[in-house]
C-alpha cells in the first residue's frame, strides 16, 4: 500500500521549491499536492507514494529511483485523449496544475495485480521464454502470438490525431554547449565573452545540472546564486542563445545536432498559435559534451525493492526539493559520492549507517563527521539482501575477515552508489569509442573527435574544481578554433578535495536470489548468467537474448553493470567485454516532434494537373499516381466503378472519348548531338526520324532491363521532345543528365524538364477526327497528310498547341499539348465538338483497360525491374546496329536464358472470372504446397469490348508455351485454369490506330 | 548529415545532395570486346573501401551538377571535391586515418 507516510514532507526552506504555492494533480487516480518546484517524482515522494509500477515481465512493485533521464521505474502516462503521450520519465515532467497521470505498468492496481502471479513462475521465464514455450506446436502459435501481444508493450498510444502543432527549426553557431550543468555554464561563459555565437541546452527547465541537487560553494558564492549570476550574464549576450527544457538527443556527421525542446508538456493545452514540442537541428563548428554522469546501483538480493534509490537522487531529494525521505537510512557505497547522501540524510534527521566495501583509510575526510553524528561506517562490509515485501525494511550486511559477520540492519530507505558513468552517448553518436579507466572505474572518452571535447562529468572529472576549470579550457580551445581570441578567463580557483579512490565492485559472487540488473526489463543476473551458459559471447547478443537495456531508458542505469557482470562470468576484461553500441535518441522523441508541421496537406506535395476542377465537377473518382492526383474514373449517377469503366471502355472504342494525360513526364532536347544521345539511351535507332515524325522507345538500364518507355518527337532539327511514363519523368532526367555529364561531357545537348508546362489532352476513337476538326484550324488532318506517327502545330480553340498523332489506346487518337495556363479553354472545346459523337471523359482505370487489350506494356506494372525486353517479346525494338545503354547486358549468361519469366497473355477458363494481378501460376495444380511457382500475374482486368477477362503475366519460357494451360492457385487453396495466350487481345494488325 | 562544398555553389546540407556511388567508373569503350566477367565487373562490382572513397554527388536540389567528391568512410571527413574530369586528390591524402576520426 503506498500509504502517505508521516515521515515524507517538504520542509519549510526550499532550494528551488516554491512551497507557498501548491499545485494540485492525479496519479493513477488519486488525488495530491505539490508545490511549484516540483517534478512529478519530488511530489510523489513528498506524498510519500512509494509504490509507482509494477515491472514489466515479473509485476514486481518498483518504486522512484533516481531524479533524471536513468528513471526505469516512475514512468507514466500523461495527459488523455488526442494528446496523451506514454513513457514519460516522472523524474522529469515539472509539475503543473491539474497534471494527471497513471502507471504504464501497474496491472489493475498497483496493491493488487493478478499478473503479478507471474512472478511465482519467474523462475520458468527465462530469456528466451516465449519462444522455447510457445513455438510448439507450431500451429498455435498464432493464439500464444494474440495472447502475449495482450499483455505487451508500456502505456497506450493515443487513439485519435494528435490535434497539436509541432515545429523544426535550423540553427547555426559556432560553438555548442550541451548540459547546463557547472562544467556546461563555465564553457558557455567563457565563449560568450569572447562575443562567439554560442548555443547551450539543458534537458531540464532549470540551469544548475547537479548544483541543483548539491549546494556547495562556487568562487565565493552558494551555487544557486553563481548559477543565477552566469546565467543573467548569458542572457545579456546577444549572440547566446539558451535553451532550457531542451533535451540534445542526437549527435550526427559534421557536427549536426538534433534537440528537443519542450514547450508545453503533455496534458496542459496550448495556447492557439503555439507549438508543443520544437525539434532544433544545430550546426555548429565546435561542440563542447558537458553531459554529465549517471550514478550506478550496485547488486544484491532483491536489489528493486520500493525505498531503494540512488545515493545522488536522496542528495536532490532533500537539497533541491526539501523532503525528508527517511528516519532510519542505510547507505551502500564503493566510494565517496555515497557519503555526501550520508550527510544530507543526516542533516535531514535521519539515523544513518554506511556500507563501504573498501578498507577503512586514514585519508577519510567523514571519519571525524561520522564519529560527531554517531553515523556508523562498515567498511569492508557488502549488503547481500534487501528484506522487506511492500518496501525495503531491513539490510543483510556482511563483513569480510574473521568469521564473515553477517548483521541485519533495520531501514525505511537504502541509498546505493555503485560510482558514476559519464554520459557518453553523443561520443559514441559520434563515433567514439569510450575506454574504460580502471582507476576511476569507469568508461570515459577515447581519442579525440575533431570539433569535439567532453568536460566534467562526462570526461570523468567529477569535482567541483576539475568541472569549472575543464569548462573555461574547452571554451577557449573551441574559441581558438573558430578564429576568435579568449580574453582572459575569470580566477576560479576552488580547493581540489582528496578523495579515497572507488573500489569498482559489481557483485558478490555468493551473493543469490534475485539481482536485477536492468529495472525497466527485469533483466536478473541470472539471466546474464544462462545466456553465458547456453554460448553467448558477444555482449551484443547478450542484450538482444536478455533485453539488457532495451526499454525505453536504453539501460542508462543499469547497463554498464550488465556488461561488467557478463565480463565477470566470461572471464574477460570490461575492455575486452566491450559496450554496446549507443544510438539516437537519447531519450524518448515524440513522433509530433519528429514530423513536425509535415503532417496532413503539408505531408507530401500534391500535383493537380490544370483540369482538376473539370475534373472534381464532373465527379471524377481521383487515385494517386506519384504525387499526381489523376482521375481514375468517372461514375454517373447509380453506376459502380465497374460499369463506370465499362462503358467509358465502349465509349473508346466506338464513339469518341478523352483522357487528361498531362501528368506524362516531358523533357524538351535540344543541341547538335542530339541524335547521338538519343541512339545511345533508347535501344532503338533514332538517325533517320525527320522533323514532324514521332518514334516510341524503351530506355534500359546499364544491366539491360527495362527502365522507361514513351514516345520522343522531331519538333525540327536538333530538337527533340521526349516523353516519360508519370512515375518516371524525374528519374528520366536525372538519369539522363548523368550520362551526359559524367560520361559523355563533350556531347552539346541540352535538356529541359517542361512537365508542368504543357497540358496534354488525348482524344481517341473512331470519331476523334471528326470531333477534333471541329476545333482545329489551319492542320488538314486527314491519314495522307498528317498519319500515325507524326506531328503538326496548330491552332485549337484560338491556341497554339502541338499536336500528335499517336496513341495509347490502339485507336485513332490526336494528342495536344498546349500551354497549361490556357488549356482550359482547349479541353472545353473539344468537349463540346465532341457531344454529337457521345465523348465521354475517361480516367487512368479505362486507360489501362484498353491499352492491356492491346497488350501495351506498363513500365513498373509489368515490368519489375528484372525484365529485358526481349523478356517482352519486343526485340523488334532492340537495334543491332548500334552500342546503347544496356546492350551488352542483353548477350549475358543469365540474360540469354531461355526459362526467363517472359510476358504472356492469360485467358481464364471461365470468361467471367477476373484473375487477382499478382497471383502466382504453377503448373501442376495437385503439387503439394509449397508448389513450383512459374510466374505471376501482372495485370488483369474485365474487357466488356472482347467480352470476358484477361491478364497478362511473366511465366517461365512463357513464349515457347503459347496455348498451354497452366493454374492459378489462390492463398485460399482455390485453383483456377488458365491458358496461355498472345499478350495481344484486340485487333492484333494494329489497323484502328492508322486509320 | 554533412556538410558538402558543391564546387559550383558552395557549402550546403546533405539534404540538397544525392550520392551516385563510386566514381571514376569509366564505360567500356567497345562493350563487345568484353567477356561477361569482365563486363560484370564493370556493372555490379564496387570498392568499399574503409579509408577514403572517391565518389560522385549530385547537387539535385541545387545547380543540378554532379562532381565527386573523396569522402573518408570511416570519419565521414570529405577530403576533397572536385569536378568531373579533373584529377582526384593525391593518393598520400586518402590514408587511411584512425578509427575515431581526425
Partial sequence: ??????????????????????????????????????????????????????????????????????????????????????????????????????????????????????????????????????????????FYERLIRLSAGLGEIPKSPDPDLYDSINAHCDILVVGGGIAGLSAALTAGLA???????????????????????????????????????LKGMKEVKLLPNCCLFGAYDHHFYTACETRYPPGITIPEGEVRERVWKIRARQVIHATGAIERPLLYKNNDLPGIMLAGAVSAYINRWDITLSRHAVVFTNNDSGYRAACDLVRSGASVVVVDPRAASETNRYAKWSDQNRVEILNQSWITEARGTLRVRSVIVKRSGEGNQQFEFTCDLLAVSGGWNPVLHLYAYSGGKPLFDEQRGCFVPNAKIEGQQQ?????????????????????IHAL????????????????????????????????????????????????????????????????????????TDQGKMGNIVGMAVAAGLLKQTIPETGTTTF????????????????????????????????????????????????????????????????????????????????????????????????DRIYTNGWGNLKPGRCRYGLMLGEDGMVMDDGVTTCLGPNHYLMTTTTGGAARVLGWMERWLQTEWPELKVYFTSVTDHWATISVSGPFARKTFEQVCEQVDLSSASFPFLSFREGVVAGVPTRIFRISFSGELGFEINVNANAAQGVWDAIWEAGQEYGITAYGTETMHVLRAEKGFIIVGQDTDGSVTPIDL?????????????????????????????????????????????GAQLVANPDEPLPATMIGHVTSSYWSENIGRSIALALVRGGHQKEGQRIYVRNRDGETIAVNISSSVFFDPEGERQNV | MFLIECPWCGRRDQGEFSCGGEAHIVRPASPDDLDDESWADYLFNRKN??????????????????????????????????????????????????????
Avoid at chain 1, 555565437?197 to 568562487?219: D, F, H, M
Avoid at chain 1, 562529468?457 to 574544481?465: I, T
Avoid at chain 1, 569498482?504 to 543476473?525: H, Y
Avoid at chain 1, 492469360?906 to 494481378?917: C, K, M, Q
Fill in chain 1, 1 to 142: 500500500m503506498s500509504t502517505p507516510n508521516a515521515t515524507t514532507s517538504h520542509l519549510q526552506e526550499g532550494l528551488t521549491v516554491n512551497s507557498s504555492r501548491r499545485l494540485n494533480f492525479k496519479f493513477n487516480g488519486r488525488s495530491y499536492q505539490g508545490v511549484v518546484g516540483d517534478t512529478l517524482a519530488s511530489a510523489l515522494l513528498a506524498n510519500g507514494v512509494i509504490v509507482v509500477g509494477r515491472s514489466f515481465k515479473y509485476r514486481r512493485r518498483r518504486g522512484i529511483v533516481s531524479d533524471g533521464a536513468e528513471e526505469p521505474n516512475a514512468i507514466v502516462q500523461l495527459g488523455s485523449g488526442a494528446t496523451t503521450v506514454p513513457n514519460i520519465r516522472a523524474t522529469q515532467v515539472m509539475l503543473y496544475e491539474g497534471l494527471e497521470a497513471t502507471s504504464v505498468n501497474k496491472g489493475y492496481s498497483l496493491d493488487f495485480d493478478l499478473r503479478a502471479i507471474i512472478r511465482l513462475a519467474g523462475r520458468f521465464m527465462p530469456p528466451g521464454f516465449y519462444y522455447k514455450t510457445f513455438m510448439s506446436p507450431k500451429k498455435l502459435w498464432p
Fill in chain 1, 195 to 233: 562575443g562567439a555565437r554560442v548555443i547551450i541546452t539543458e534537458q531540464q527547465p532549470l540551469w544548475g545540472g547537479a548544483l541543483l541537487g548539491r549546494p556547495e560553494t562556487v568562487v565565493g558564492l552558494s551555487s544557486k546564486k553563481w548559477i543565477e549570476q552566469v546565467i543573467d550574464r
Fill in chain 1, 455 to 475: 568536460i566534467g562529468a562526462a570526461n570523468g572529472s567529477f569535482s567541483l574544481a576539475a568541472c569549472l576549470n575543464e569548462g573555461v579550457e574547452a571554451g
Fill in chain 1, 480 to 551: 581558438f578554433e573558430c578564429g576568435y581570441s579568449a580574453s582572459v578567463p575569470e580566477t576560479t580557483e576552488i580547493e581540489s578535495v582528496e578523495e579515497q579512490p572507488i573500489l569498482p565492485f559489481w557483485r558478490l559472487a555468493e551473493s543469490g536470489g534475485e539481482q536485477f540488473i536492468d529495472l525497466q526489463n527485469d533483466t536478473k543476473v541470472a539471466d546474464i548468467e544462462l545466456a553465458v551458459a547456453e554460448g553467448y559471447r558477444s555482449i551484443e547478443h547478450i542484450k538482444r537474448y536478455t533485453l539488457l537495456g532495451f526499454g
Fill in chain 1, 583 to 678: 544510438r539516437p535518441p537519447y531519450t524518448p522523441v515524440t513522433f509530433g516532434a519528429i514530423a513536425g508541421r509535415h503532417v496532413g496537406p503539408l505531408f507530401d506535395t500534391v500535383r493537380k494537373t490544370a483540369f482538376h476542377s473539370w475534373h472534381c465537377s464532373h465527379g471524377a473518382e481521383f487515385e494517386d499516381v506519384g504525387q499526381w492526383r489523376r482521375p481514375w474514373y468517372y461514375p454517373r449517377e447509380g453506376e459502380t466503378m465497374q460499369q463506370a469503366v465499362n462503358r467509358e471502355c465502349l465509349t473508346a472504342r466506338n464513339q469518341v472519348a478523352m483522357i487528361d494525360a498531362s501528368t506524362l513526364g516531358k523533357i524538351d532536347i535540344q543541341g547538335p548531338d542530339a541524335v547521338t544521345f538519343l
Fill in chain 1, 873 to 917: 517479346g519486343m526485340n523488334w525494338i532492340v537495334s543491332k546496329k548500334k552500342d546503347f545503354i544496356g546492350r551488352r547486358s542483353l548477350a549475358r549468361a543469365d540474360t540469354k536464358r531461355e526459362d526467363r519469366k517472359q510476358l504472356v497473355g492469360l485467358l481464364t477458363s471461365d470468361p467471367a472470372r477476373v484473375l487477382p494481378e
Fill in chain 2, 49 to 102: 573501401p574503409k579509408g577514403v572513397h572517391l565518389e560522385q554527388w549530385v547537387h539535385i536540389q541545387g545547380c543540378g551538377r554532379w562532381f565527386n567528391a573523396a569522402r573518408n568512410t570511416v570519419s565521414n571527413k570529405i577530403v576533397s571535391v572536385y569536378k568531373v574530369g579533373e584529377e582526384p586528390p593525391h593518393p598520400e591524402k586518402r590514408k587511411p586515418v584512425p578509427e575515431s576520426g581526425q
